[in-house]
């Protein structure tokens, strides 16, 4: 399917630029669905001239992140010793993120997606981390205010950004250029309808497209079923 187009987040887009030029790092929360990963994944092409955005899914051990993080970091580096089957330990894989010699020039923004729970292991992952990098925490909505504030705390952070939901003109938006780009006519009424319904949630919004592309599928491929019957 085509990449749904980005739409909205101004705000967001220029308060983390603004963070990052004060050599700052950010915790930015939300429910999910809010598309706080889009954001970044979007600031990351945006702004891939300044920083070097990498990703790590703290979902994963901090042993599998540093490991997530040094594959971002040295790719050649990383396919080689795939490829010979070497298993570097965590120690050293540790070492070699937080003093290295990268293969990009910029200086680097650690993404942390999926900060769910906070045990002791994560945290010093997260210390050592800010030592060497800025970092942007992508923080799950449910976990607890004083476990954000530890985070805020430990990566020496602004009180954590959480995303609104997109206007209704942004939604509206959203979906008039959909359905420019995949034919599916949309006429203004319709526009604003889908809009009020998913109330500017982007997960429902990608949903909403998702599913005409689907229904559109359906229709085709009944209508090639009919024809080769005749």
Not at 30 to 46: N, V, Y
Not at 68 to 78: D, G, I, K, T
Not at 215 to 224: P, T, Y
């Amino acid at each position: 399917m085509i990449a749904p187009p980005f739409v909205g987040r101004q705000r967001e887009l220029g308060y983390l630029r603004r963070e990052l030029l004060a050599g700052r790092s950010i915790v930015l929360t939300g429910p999910f669905g809010i598309g706080r990963t889009s954001l970044l994944r979007h600031a990351a092409d945006e702004m891939g001239r300044e920083w070097t955005f990498v990703f790590a899914d703290l979902e994963k051990s901090p042993g599998e992140a540093w490991r997530e993080l040094f594959a971002a970091l040295f790719p050649r580096v990383w396919e080689r010793q795939r490829r010979r089957g070497e298993v570097k330990s965590v120690q050293w894989t540790r070492y070699r993120v937080l003093h290295r010699r990268s293969e990009s020039r910029r200086p680097h923004v650690v993404v942390l997606d999926n900060v769910a729970r906070l045990s002791a292991p994560r945290l010093d992952f997260v210390r050592r981390l800010r030592e060497a990098f800025q970092v942007v925490a992508i923080v799950e909505d449910f976990l607890p205010e004083d476990a954000k504030a530890v985070l805020c705390a430990a990566l020496w952070a602004r009180p954590p950004l959480r995303l609104p939901h997109l206007s209704q003109a942004v939604t509206e938006a959203y979906f008039e250029e959909c359905s420019l780009r995949h034919g599916f006519g949309w006429g203004r009424g319709e526009i604003e309808g889908l809009a009020q319904a998913v109330g500017g949630f982007p997960l429902g919004m990608r949903e909403a497209v998702e599913s005409q592309l689907r229904r559109r599928k359906a229709r085709a491929s009944g209508g090639a079923r009919l024809a080769r019957g005749l």
